[in-house]
């Protein structure tokens, strides 16, 4: 990408490049996003609830460490955190649904929504242990962006993490984000401290990057067991 001519107020400021055409984002909404591999759709307790509970009942409780809820000990424990989700517009809360066998396998939540800077985040991101290192892990963070971008009209989109969080901070640099810098005592959640990671792909990236996604996703990419055979960093970014 083309370095921006600098540029200069009436004083002499320095001034950042212009916006002629730059109108505010939409906010998400309660949409569904079909894929080859699996497909988005609103978090709807009475349909997903139970499902969820059963899949995140089989990983390693260490799973939720660096999440801000969890692990639930209980259906209805995790039922009434799935209620009190599924109301939220942000964050707003969708699903991951493998596409053959209708299973419910995740969830994640587009947050901190500011439509006026064209701003949104990713998170609360906790997926089946059937998802991880497959094609849905990846073509669910695709499905996303590409509504972000390319429907919603967002500049920038963000992902963060704990500092600590070594398996999400490889799984940023992965799906292509850009690490910017760490902002220290940033949060306190289940009684600690946090220093947040912050990551991100603005609008400008998204073109190639979004290529980059597709030839990753083509069948003939994988192997019958379903095993890459040619990694994302491989693919074209």
């Known amino acids: 990408m083309p370095a921006a001519e600098p540029r200069a107020d009436e004083y002499g400021r320095p001034i950042g490049p212009p ?6 984002a939409s906010r998400p909404g309660p949409v569904t996003l079909e894929g080859r591999y ?27 460490t660096y999440m801000s809820v969890g692990p639930f000990d209980t259906r209805e424990a995790y039922r009434e955190w799935a209620e009190g989700a599924a109301a939220s517009t942000d964050p707003r809360f969708y699903v991951v649904i493998d596409s ?4 419910a396998l995740g969830t994640a939540s587009l947050m901190r929504q500011d439509p006026a800077n064209g701003v949104v985040e990713i998170g609360n991101i906790m997926y089946s242990r059937r998802v991880q290192r497959t094609p849905i892990a990846t073509e669910a963070q695709y499905l996303v962006m590409q509504y972000v971008f390319d429907e919603l009209g967002c500049r920038r989109y963000e992902w963060k993490c704990d500092s600590l969080n070594e398996p999400s901070r490889r799984a940023a640099a992965r799906l292509g984000f850009t690490y910017e810098g760490t902002f220290r005592q940033a949060v306190v959640y289940k ?4 220093d947040t990671a912050w990551f991100s792909i603005i609008d400008g990236e998204w073109p190639r990057m979004r290529d980059t996604f597709e ?10 067991e379903g095993r890459q055979k040619r ?6 970014r």
């Open 38 to 64: 699996c497909r988005i759709e609103p978090l709807d307790p009475a349909r997903h609830a139970d499902q969820l509970f059963a899949e995140f009942a089989k990983t390693d409780p260490g799973d939720w």
């Open 191 to 194: 009684g600690r401290s946090r």
């Open 19 to 24: 916006l002629p055409e730059w109108a505010p």
């Open 215 to 224: 030839a990753w996703l083509e069948p003939e990419n994988f192997d019958a």
């Open 100 to 103: 053959k066998s209708g299973d």
């Open 231 to 236: 990694s994302l960093s491989r693919s074209g």
